[in-house]
């Protein structure tokens, strides 16, 4: 069946220096990788984004990168603030192939050191 | 506040009972979903709507388990003959919907749900 695999599961960095997290994907008709941010006790929130057309996003400290071959993507967060700390999900869906679910990784735990 | 929102945001009962949870979309959105999450888990899709039709399902959602969006607003989410292993974080989020869009998902706070 469809799965997401992310890796680590947990990780620490000294503020300032970057995280990497990474995903691998099962499906290949996926086309829309979002990635989200979960504080304890709430929702996740959307951070970034990528489509199948392309192959890397950036925005300001963070940039997604796609590999559609491997069905691989990550997620890259430079310059690391303690504020970073928190449980980063990819996912993966078939956006406008008319299912709409996320099939979301088990989570990383981001803890960065001040 | 124009996000996903939810009610309750904690909810404690006791095994056999029925609950009720609501989930009021950002007001443009006409696709609705309901997620659940358990401890160290990413969010699971249980199930969702394209205004007022559920257009799918997940083998997760029980019979015990019934969505529904009658007025393609506001969603509730109704969990008959609780078990403690129903006990979980419910999520809904909403998207615009629009065709040829990409279908970015916006989150509410969650439900918190113990069976006791």
């Not at chain 1, 304890?40 to 997604?64: C, F, M, Y």
């Not at chain 2, 945001?9 to 696709?31: A, L, M, W, Y």
């Not at chain 2, 706070?109 to 006791?116: A, C, E, F, K, M």
Request: some cysteine; proline content about 4%; aromatic content about 10%.
């Amino acid at each position: 069946g469809e799965n997401v695999e992310q890796h680590p599961s947990t990780l620490s960095v000294q503020e300032g220096d970057s995280a990497v997290i990474k995903c691998t994907y099962s499906d290949s008709a996926s086309n829309y990788f979002p990635w989200y941010k979960q504080e304890l006790g709430k929702g996740p929130q959307l951070i970034i984004d990528i489509r199948s057309n392309v192959g890397e996003k950036k925005d300001q400290r963070i940039a997604v990168t796609l590999n559609k071959t491997a069905k691989h993507f990550s997620l890259h967060i430079t310059e690391t603030q303690p504020e970073d700390s928190a449980v980063y999900f990819c996912a993966a869906s078939k956006s406008t192939s008319g299912t709409y679910k996320y099939i979301f990784g088990t989570g990383t735990r981001l803890k960065v050191l001040a | 506040d124009t996000g996903v929102s939810q009610d309750p945001r904690h909810k404690i009962t006791k095994r056999g009972q029925n609950v009720t949870f609501r989930c009021d979309p950002i007001s443009e959105h006409n696709r609705l979903y309901w997620y659940r999450q358990t401890l160290g888990q990413g969010p699971e899709f249980l199930t969702y709507f394209q205004n007022e039709a559920q257009l799918e399902k997940s083998r997760l959602l029980s019979d015990r388990f019934s969505a529904e969006r009658p007025k393609g607003s506001f969603s509730t989410l109704e969990i008959q003959r609780t078990e403690q292993g129903d006990s979980a974080m419910y999520l809904c989020a909403s998207s615009r919907g629009d065709r040829g869009t990409y279908n970015e998902q916006f989150f509410g706070p969650g439900t918190r749900l113990t069976v006791l």
